[in-house]
């Protein structure tokens, strides 16, 4: 996609900081917007959808929550929030989704639009590829995190969120169960009533 004003592809910069900041802010991706812009180019749903562009932003949001409690890199997290579900091809069953957003992951980090080291890509691929069946131990915080920060949306689709399928204590509070259950069902509230 060619942005207006831009004369070649787009570089996307991290503020600088410590994105592994346990416990403090989450480190800001300074024109995300953009890169959501230049993902939504070949985003083949619709965008005000069950998998669209509202829930991504929860997902992040849940997210940056739970790095808070447990150290998870803010970077990956929101990286995996806009990729992971960027490349569905229908709302149901899609098992091959997470890898082709993993891949298109790929693409930018190769084309230098996206600043991650290679052990944070790795992350981010194995968050994105395995996110629907990877189960609930996946041997990282930042992985697992992202998994919670995903399943924690599930109310959206009917779906209460269970402790027993979500991969770190810090999501099964009943405070974050919650918190995360809520924003779901305010979103449905809102755009769903007349589906
Ligand atoms: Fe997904
Ligand atoms: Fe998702």
């Known amino acids: 996609m060619r942005l207006p004003g831009t004369r070649r592809p787009c570089v996307y910069f991290w503020e600088t900081g410590d994105h592994k900041n346990r416990g403090g802010a989450a480190l800001k991706i300074s024109n995300y917007g953009l890169l959501i812009r230049e993902i939504l180019d070949g985003f083949q749903l619709d965008h005000r959808g069950i998998h669209g562009t509202a829930h991504w932003m929860r997902v992040r949001t849940n997210g940056l929550r739970l790095a808070e409690m447990n150290g998870a890199n803010t970077k990956v997290i929101q990286l995996f929030a806009i990729f992971h579900d960027s490349r569905r091809l229908n709302d149901g069953g899609d098992p091959r989704h997470g890898e082709r957003g993993a891949a298109l992951a790929y693409e930018f980090w190769q084309a230098g639009k996206i600043d991650l080291d290679d ?61 995360a259950t809520n924003r779901s069902n305010v979103w449905v509230d809102r755009y769903c009533r007349y589906w």
């Open 119 to 179: 052990s944070e890509f790795r992350l981010l691929e194995q968050a994105c590829c395995d996110h629907t069946h990877g189960g609930t131990q996946p041997g990282d915080v930042t992985v697992a995190t992202c998994w919670d920060a995903d399943r924690l949306d599930l109310e959206r689709v009917g779906i209460t969120p269970d402790p027993q399928y979500l991969c770190t204590d810090e999501a099964g509070q009943p405070q974050m169960l919650d918190w």
